[in-house]
């Protein structure tokens, strides 16, 4: 069935420094990849989102590239703050009729350390 | 703009008790609806979705059960609850031309005893 591995699953980095997740997916039909960040206790906000007609798209210090010959996709922080702690979550879909069922990557925890 | 309401947001039931969560959604017209659920520290499995009243689509084998009496609400339930239901139950929708994006609501925290 489908599937979406996420890596790492924990990672640490310095505040300033940048940090990348990065996620490969296994139904080549894909065509929505989405971005959660979920901080403790809290619900999962989508953050950033790439369709598959589009490479990269960027959002102020956030940034997704797609990768759709390897199937793969990535999320980019640069200058991190500590305010970027938290759960974050890729994810893939495709359209199927009216419901888009969305495949979850197991989580990357990211900490930034002032 | 939409806005996504679940309650009660914690709960403490015992094991074999009844469960009933709710999930409303405002400011949309036919949404569809998906009920998620998340161990402590992992990450979202999906249980139920729906796309429209009345119409429910289970992932996944369980002793839990959803309905979707109106347009925006999407019920959760449980005739008796095994200790392994505890975990974060989270509703979430998705509408119109953008039916890819799902937003989640708040959640509620379930600890079965």
């Known amino acids: 069935g489908e599937n979406v591995e996420q890596h790492p699953s924990t990672l640490s980095v310095q505040e300033g420094d940048s940090a990348v997740i990065k996620c490969t997916y296994s139904?080549?039909?894909?065509?929505?990849f989405p971005w959660y960040k979920q901080e403790l206790g809290k619900r999962p906000q989508l953050i950033i989102d790439?369709?598959?007609?589009?490479g990269e798209k960027k959002d102020q210090r956030i940034a997704v590239t797609l990768n759709k010959t390897a199937k793969h996709f990535s999320l980019h922080i640069t200058e991190t703050q500590p305010e970027d702690s938290a759960v974050y979550f890729c994810?893939?879909?495709?359209?199927?009729?009216?419901?888009?069922?969305?495949?979850f990557g197991a989580g990357t925890r990211l900490a930034v350390h002032p | 703009s939409q806005t996504i309401h679940q309650w009660p947001a914690t709960l403490v039931q015992p094991v074999g008790s009844p469960l009933s969560l709710e999930c409303t959604v405002e400011?949309?017209?036919?949404?569809?609806l998906y009920w998620y659920r998340q161990a402590a520290g992992r990450g979202l499995q999906l249980l139920f979705y729906?796309?429209?009243?009345?119409?429910i689509s289970s992932e996944v084998p369980q002793n839990l059960s959803a309905s979707r009496p109106q347009d925006r609400q999407f019920i959760l339930s449980s005739k008796k609850l095994l200790l392994s239901d505890s975990g974060f139950y989270l509703c979430a929708w998705s509408s119109g031309d953008r039916r890819n994006e799902q937003f989640f609501g708040p959640g509620t925290r379930l600890t079965v005893l």
């Open positions: 139904d080549s039909a894909s065509n929505y």
């Open positions: 400011g949309t017209s036919n949404p569809n």
């Open positions: 994810a893939a879909s495709r359209s199927s009729g009216g419901y888009n069922k969305l495949i």
């Open positions: 729906s796309v429209g009243i009345g119409q």
């Open positions: 790439i369709r598959s007609n589009v």
